[in-house]
């Protein structure tokens, strides 16, 4: 099973997301754990302080690198003393603009991974004091556009990862063909009526020639991704 710890300011915006469809089975079904953590509760003084002015001057507020660090400290600590049926192996990942952008490919890898404890730290303000890096093994980003938060780009991680550990999905081979598997978007799809406003399903669909299926929606996926993607294949 793998455990997600969240580090986060605002742990209210995960309840909706983390309550509803797959990710909720997931948890009920013990097939993963999602753990959040209010960095407010390692904050400093009376209002629990979590950042301050830049040195050198500049708009906004930066995340005070002592109160991430306790509270990473805290967490991986808190890890260690989890129940275990195995080895607990611990990924901690910073999410930021400047990170890695996240693929399919990471996210397969991190499926399959060793790794049991994915510590998840969601920026806000401005930014991060500088040393937060160095606390780290990886930084990763969903996309080149900057966010309020890093909480959004959590739940894509979560999910992502999520729906490719054995028994999420209910079929093991829904994720195997679908968009980015094997660097190629996804065929079309179609479903019932047959017909309709004059509109119709193509017939190699609907007589059950399952190589002939294959085939074309093999070429499909090809075509798609060569007029949509052209990057993906090179």
């Known amino acids: 099973m793998k455990t997600f710890h969240i580090l986060t300011l605002f742990p209210k915006m995960f ?8 990710i909720k089975r ?3 079904n013990g097939l993963i754990d ?3 953590y209010n960095l407010r509760d390692w904050g400093l003084g009376k209002h629990k302080q979590v950042d301050d002015t830049p040195y050198g001057g500049g ?3 930066v995340m005070r690198f002592d109160v991430l660090s306790n509270a990473i400290s805290n967490i991986q600590l808190t890890i260690s003393k989890l129940p275990k049926s195995g080895v607990r192996s611990l990924k901690t990942i910073l999410l930021t603009p400047q990170g890695e952008k996240l693929d399919q490919k990471k996210v397969r890898s991190f499926s399959s991974s060793k790794f049991t404890d994915f510590i998840l730290i969601c920026g806000h303000y401005e930014g991060f004091d ?5 606390l780290v093994d990886e930084e990763l980003s969903i996309g080149d556009y900057v966010l309020t938060g890093g909480e959004i780009p959590a739940m894509v991680l979560v999910d992502s990862i999520s729906r490719l550990i054995p028994g999420v999905l209910g079929k093991e081979e829904s994720h195997l063909s679908e968009t980015f598997e094997n660097n190629l978007l996804e065929y079309p799809h179609y479903t ?6 004059g509109r119709k399903v193509p017939e190699i669909l609907l007589f059950g020639d399952h190589k002939k299926i ?18 993906l294949l090179s």
């Not at 909706?16 to 469809?21: D, K, N, Q």
């Not at 019932?192 to 406003?197: L, M, T």
């Open 59 to 61: 708009a906004g507020m």
């Open 214 to 231: 294959e085939e074309w929606r093999k070429k499909e996926a090809e075509t798609r991704t060569e007029k949509k993607r052209p990057d």
């Open 130 to 134: 500088e040393r937060i890096r160095d």
């Open 26 to 28: 997931a948890l009920t």
């Open 34 to 36: 999602i753990k959040i």
């Open 192 to 197: 019932r009526p047959e017909k309709f406003n």
């Open 15 to 22: 309840e909706g997301p983390f309550s509803e469809s797959m």
